[in-house]
């Protein structure tokens, strides 16, 4: 068989033929297996969906209890038979619960990564190679000028900055599935132990991580705060809120970022950033390009991101690639304020039209 | 050159004035000598070596990655030194033989004596053996395009605040220092002396003057003070003194204390008595002082050529004297030292060089009528040029800084259009949660009637709670979004008009509208006027031709 026979780009993701499904579609289908909870990957209204039990329980909490039809469990590593294909699902490395799913059919294995990264993150379990013919890369921060370095470096910067203005608050845009907590983990490995203030659209999914045994030290929401009591404090929130009314409430604020973008100074400048973070949850030119040779695979399918580039380089490696058209897949950190739209208009008060600036 | 670069990178991104002085007294504290000392002069402009061209950059990129790669990557950042500081692969080196990145010392040190021949191979090895942010760094630096945002006068601002001293201090010694400046480091770490400033020509701190306001001449005795015209120009500090070997040395300095000799080869030869004018530098044509907009064409030119000189003929206007030969003469009050600028001036005999004349007044009112028409009151041809008078007490010293009370500026009423709101954009820094940035407009005939043409751009005069009224009018009048530009609603009826103030006007075929103010400002909210009232472009039109006739 083919593997185009096996897996194939529709307008409603990727679909599985002979296993009767689809992978993280981006449109009601009747079975889903999901690799992630980010929204642009997990999306209600499937009838029957199949993903790690942290991405349903986060699509639970985003979505509310009917999200699906049905749902099933799967753990990492568990063989699971759908109509002629075998899948595995395995760690990712991205977030909780994240997913690399493995379909296997006859002899050929293609691995669909989703959304993946092979840098340590005390947040999530890592990545883990799955050996393969055809490996799905995503392509993010596919230019070889995206090398993420060491994020506990980024956070140490993070921390002279908090001791060189004590009299300032800093303001932490992050994603709030993911990038947020794992900012928040990796200040407290760094020794950093004063509470740590959330957001409201923080709230839920970082309890939610709490629940799951990660520790995350002392939390509180920075609703209600005093303006002076925040001077010398550091407060996790998504990208969109850092430029918008809601910053008036902290002292002369250093506005920060965490994210891959951070590494091309245009793009920090832009969005008015004063302290650029690279901290990424997608793996970097050199992850992408060391994942792809050590799955042995000799196609490659490139999605979501910078796709020439890395084509061109699989190419110059002898590996057969091609960009596959998949739409509808974002980088978190720009969909940011569509995806928490929920989290937000419960927790704060949000002038109209401002939650997607 | 890691640490350096760490410096450069946050202070890159960081808008506010304090913070930067705080960042860069951090760096000064921290770091060792002889690095801190030639950040010091990378950040003041006073490193010399030659520059390397963007071509050796990019022939060394497309030597070690491949030039597809590089092509995609570059079209992506948009620069080339930070394409390849991100870009760059670094040669593979067996791990025990890594050596320690360089410091901006070993940079520095090594870029002054470096072969032409031998740059590529060596900024090779530094590339791989520094970081993103050192590389980046390094080729802003080697390339000499460090526009980071600061200048020169804020680097020596905050080196001062290391020893807690007066940035005037450090402006005085400056001519003097050499990096890396360990005698400077030495005084202000309370080590060693203050370094004493040797060069024939220093640069003295200026004295500056408060607004007046209307409400303080109640306090004030006309008879304590001494008026002249407020010259629209820009002020200098011509200093001429004669160094070890008796040769007269002289220098053009700017109210900063910044060295502009160079753009102003031809007041140099009349710079030749020891001494030091405060005055203000002009265009004069067949006499007549030109106006800011004639002045500027003279402004930031690298390259002085005879054909700008001969168009443009520059002027010192004197109004006083700091230093007379060997003599100090800033503790004297303002009425001697006059006396001695116009004997130095007539004894220089020089015609680039006259004197600003007094205006004489018995009365507030008197002088009120002197500001409102300058032709009739002496400054005669030269009234376009005047923006207002300044005050001066007759018995003061000359001070460093902006002392209250003994100067005083009375600027001329400025111009004021009332314009329509069109399209806000949020600050920086402080401000990045406000829309802050206005684009105002007013009436023209269009193809289908009348519309908004956009003529100016302005970000202040506005109070703190003025600012929010009009963020929240912007907030809920938006009708499209550009990524960070709100587009305002701007109708006959509906929108916000503005009374704009400005100093001066120009033709400007950059500008739609064909005219660019100098110096905007917002002077008042007019929340009661509809914008079919605002004014036209027929207007400004006019104030440009009465400001060019007469």
């Known amino acids: ?357 | 050159m890691n640490r350096f670069a760490q410096l450069l990178d946050r202070l890159a991104y960081e808008p506010g004035r304090n913070n930067k002085i705080k960042l860069l007294v951090a760096y000064f504290r921290e770091t060792e000598d002889p690095d801190r000392g030639y950040a010091l002069a990378a950040l003041t402009g006073a490193l010399s070596f030659k520059h390397a061209k963007p071509g050796l950059i990019r022939d060394l990129i497309t030597e070690r990655a491949d030039p597809v790669l590089f092509g995609l990557s570059y079209d992506y950042v948009g620069d080339l030194s930070e394409t390849v500081a991100l870009m760059w692969p670094k040669a593979e080196l067996p791990a025990h033989n890594n050596p320690p990145p360089p410091t901006l010392t070993d940079v520095v040190t090594t870029l002054r004596t470096l072969g032409k021949a031998e740059l590529p191979a060596q900024l090779a090895r530094w590339l791989d053996e520094l970081d993103e942010t050192g590389r980046w760094a390094l080729l802003k630096l080697v390339t000499g395009a460090m526009r980071i945002g600061i200048s020169a006068r804020l680097a020596k601002t905050a080196a001062a605040a290391l020893g807690d001293k007066d940035a005037h201090e450090i402006e005085l010694m400056w001519p003097g220092l050499t990096p890396p400046f360990l005698d400077l480091f030495a005084w202000l770490e309370g080590r060693g002396n203050k370094p004493v400033n040797r060069d024939p020509a220093p640069f003295r701190p200026v004295m500056l003057a408060h607004a007046i306001e209307d409400a303080d001449f109640a306090n004030l005795d006309a008879a304590d003070f001494s008026a002249e015209w407020k010259w629209d120009g820009i002020r200098v500090q011509a200093v001429a003194g004669r160094d070890e070997h008796g040769r007269i040395q002289a220098r053009l300095y700017s109210r900063t204390g910044e060295d502009i000799t160079g753009s102003f080869p031809d007041l140099v030869p009349s710079l030749r008595l020891p001494g030091a004018i405060d005055g203000e530098l002009l265009v004069l044509r067949d006499g007549r002082v030109q106006t800011f907009n004639v002045l500027q064409q003279r402004l930031n030119r690298k390259i002085v050529s005879p054909k700008l000189i001969k168009e443009f003929p520059i002027h010192l206007r004197a109004y006083d004297l700091l230093g007379d030969g060997e003599n100090d003469l800033r503790e004297l009050p303002l009425i001697e030292r006059r006396a001695n600028l116009e004997s130095f001036i007539a004894k220089l005999n020089d015609p680039r060089i006259d004197l600003s004349p007094v205006i004489p007044f018995a009365s507030w009112d008197e002088l009120a009528a002197a500001r409102a028409d300058p032709k009739s009151a002496g400054a005669g041809d030269d009234a376009d040029a005047v923006e207002g008078v300044m005050l001066k007490r007759r018995d003061a010293p000359y001070l460093p800084g902006r002392p209250k009370g003994p100067w005083w500026k009375w600027k001329r009423d400025p111009h004021i259009i009332d314009a329509v709101l069109m399209y806000a954009q949020r600050g920086h820094g402080k401000r990045s949660s406000y829309y802050s940035d206005y684009t105002f407009g007013v009436w023209t005939r269009g193809d289908a009637g009348d519309e908004l043409v956009p003529v100016g751009k302005a970000y202040f005069g506005f109070t703190d709670e003025e600012l929010l009224q009009i963020d929240r009018f912007v907030r809920r009048n938006t009708t499209e979004k550009f990524g960070p530009v709100r587009h305002v609603v701007h109708e006959p009826d509906q929108g916000l008009v503005l009374e704009v103030a400005f100093e001066g006007l120009q033709r400007s075929p950059r500008h739609k509208s064909g005219v660019a103010m100098r110096f905007p400002r917002i002077s008042r909210l007019r929340w009661d006027k509809p914008p079919r009232e605002a004014d036209r472009l027929e207007t400004l039109e006019r104030m440009l031709m009465t400001m060019t006739a007469s």
């Open chain 1, 1 to 357: 068989m083919r593997p185009q026979d096996i897996l194939m780009p529709v307008p409603a993701g990727l679909a599985c033929k002979p296993g009767g499904f689809h992978i993280d579609p981006v449109r009601p289908v009747e079975r889903a297996l999901i690799t992630h909870g980010h929204s642009d990957h997990a999306r209600p209204g499937h009838g029957a969906v199949l993903a790690t039990q942290e991405t349903l329980d986060m699509m639970r909490l985003r979505y509310g209890e009917d999200f699906a039809g049905s749902t099933q469990a799967v753990a990492y590593g568990e063989e699971i038979r759908l109509g002629d294909v075998t899948v595995t699902f395995r760690p990712a490395g991205h977030v909780l619960g994240s997913a690399q799913i493995a379909v296997t059919c006859n002899d050929t294995r293609i691995v669909a990564s989703g959304d993946y990264k092979d840098a340590r993150d005390p947040t999530c379990a890592p990545f883990e190679l799955i050996p393969c013919d055809v490996f799905i890369s995503e392509a993010t921060f596919g230019l070889p000028v995206f090398r993420h370095g060491d994020a506990a470096g980024e956070v140490k910067k993070l921390l002279a900055s908090v001791k060189l203005f004590p009299e300032r608050a800093h303001l932490v845009g992050a994603y709030s599935l993911g990038k947020a907590q794992r900012v928040m983990a990796l200040l407290r490995e760094a020794g950093y132990d004063a509470p740590i203030y959330l957001h409201g659209a923080m709230e839920k999914i970082t309890y939610y991580y709490q629940e799951r045994g990660i520790p995350l030290g002392e939390l509180k929401p920075a609703r209600g705060m005093k303006k002076a009591d925040l001077a010398g404090t550091i407060t996790l929130a998504p990208p969109s809120a850092t430029s918008d009314v809601w910053t008036r409430r902290f002292p002369d604020p250093v506005t920060a970022f965490a994210s891959g973008w951070m590494r091309v100074r245009a793009r920090a400048r832009q969005g008015g950033i004063e302290l650029p973070l690279v901290i990424s949850d997608h793996a970097d030119w050199d992850g992408l390009t060391a994942t792809i040779a050590a799955t042995g695979a000799g196609e490659i399918w490139v999605t979501h991101g910078q796709e020439d580039a890395l084509v061109h380089w699989c190419k110059t490696k002898g590996l057969s690639a091609r960009p596959l058209d998949l739409v509808g897949y974002g980088d978190e950190d720009e969909g940011e304020a569509a995806a928490t739209g929920d989290a937000e208009s419960a927790g704060e008060a949000q002038p109209a039209g401002e939650a997607k600036a």
